[in-house]
């Protein structure tokens, strides 16, 4: 794969003045040696720089981004419903400003993703994807200057995590700034998200706002600081995919965690701290008077008067630690009195789909 060789040719793209702000379409025609023109169709002429990248068809792109000559400096990339099952392989991509996926939209960019934004011009940099769409990023990805926001219902899959480019120039940026608004963020087990120069300890990730939902799920780890928003609002899920490892976490406005204890103790775990405030727990599967391990950390800051037990017929052993919680040196465990029959659970979870999406549609 060819890639650029210096950071002063990607400073060059940025500073360009020429903002045509044309929609530029791939419709799975023309040369993969051509450019897009003025006017949208694949030729061989065209600035890029500001233009907005449609993928209006399915077809990969193969070798399409491999001629850099004249450096792809997007705006930001649309991939439409009809290009749903859209596989981009190739060259970097070079964006000022956001990628977009239609809803009920499957979209894979499978090449190193970079954005480069100056602040100014392009105030937003965001991976929006819509409602049961998915956009998986099989690369590794970076943003210049600033953080980057994932938005829309739909699931961000990040399978490797960020670096810099070129693995040195952009180090101590902030390239490593999440902002998981709203939406599903799963990431794959060897995803790796930190701070670029490899440190993490002060990576900075948010999980949720205050009028959105966001929730992590999957494996890989976090390597810095991981902040929610409120027990309604933050969603970490352990379990089934793998289990997560975050460094450190500050749910001090509160935490919802789902476990699922099918297989046995899932640990969330971290070489930091865990503070929060409320914290609700929700759990799948697991025996009675078993006792699981749910977390592991260097140090805790929680009351444990303020977990709540979110799942129905599920009880807590209240002779077990306090009110069936306890921190034992870097674990914090649970036992059960009782936890409901499989089929039972099954009839449960359903009940709180349906209730749940009533719920919504009443507001």
């Not at 991509?93 to 809803?103: Q, T």
């Not at 948010?206 to 966001?214: I, Q, V, Y």
Request: hydrophobic fraction near 40%; proline fraction near 2%.
């Amino acid at each position: 794969m060819h890639k650029l060789s210096s950071f002063g040719l990607a400073l060059a793209f940025l500073s360009s003045a020429s903002l045509q702000a044309a929609d530029r379409y791939w419709t799975g025609e023309g040369s993969a040696a051509g450019r897009f023109d003025s006017v949208g169709n694949y030729t061989g002429s065209g600035s890029l720089s500001g233009d907005h990248l449609i993928f209006d068809t399915a077809k990969d792109t193969g070798a399409l981004f491999n001629d850099n000559s004249g450096g792809f400096n997007f705006h930001s990339l649309s991939i439409t419903a009809n290009a749903s099952g859209f596989n981009l392989t190739g060259y970097y991509l070079l964006f000022k400003g956001k990628i977009d996926v239609a809803a009920n939209t499957q979209a894979t960019i499978a090449t190193d993703l970079y954005i480069y934004t100056d602040n100014i011009t392009y105030p937003t940099r965001e991976l929006n994807v819509g409602a049961n769409g998915t956009l998986t990023l099989d690369g590794y990805y970076g943003f210049y200057q600033t953080p980057v926001y994932k938005k829309g219902a739909g699931t961000l899959v990040i399978n490797k995590g960020n670096k810099g480019f070129g693995e040195t120039s952009l180090r101590n940026t902030e390239l490593a700034v999440h902002h998981f608004q709203e939406g599903t963020i799963l990431l794959g087990d060897e995803a790796i998200l930190q701070r670029t120069n490899g440190t993490g300890a002060t990576l900075p990730v948010f999980l949720g706002t205050s009028t959105s939902t966001a929730k992590l799920t999957g494996g890989g780890s976090i390597r810095g600081i991981l902040t929610t928003a409120g027990v309604e609002r933050s969603i970490i899920e352990v379990g089934g995919d793998g289990s997560l490892a975050i460094a450190t976490i500050n749910a001090s406005a509160g935490l919802t965690l789902n476990f699922d204890l099918e297989l046995g103790s899932h640990l969330l775990s971290g070489v930091g701290s865990f503070t929060a405030g409320d914290v609700a727990f929700n759990f799948t599967g697991g025996e009675a008077a078993t006792t699981y391990t749910l977390l592991n950390y260097a140090s805790y800051s929680v009351d444990l008067a303020n977990f709540t037990l979110a799942s129905p017929q599920y009880t807590l052993d209240q002779s077990f630690g306090t009110g069936g919680w306890q921190i034992v040196g870097n674990d914090l465990q649970v036992r059960f009195e009782a936890v409901p029959e499989p089929t039972a659970l099954a009839l449960l979870s359903a009940g709180a789909f349906l209730g749940l999406a009533l719920r919504r549609r009443s507001r």
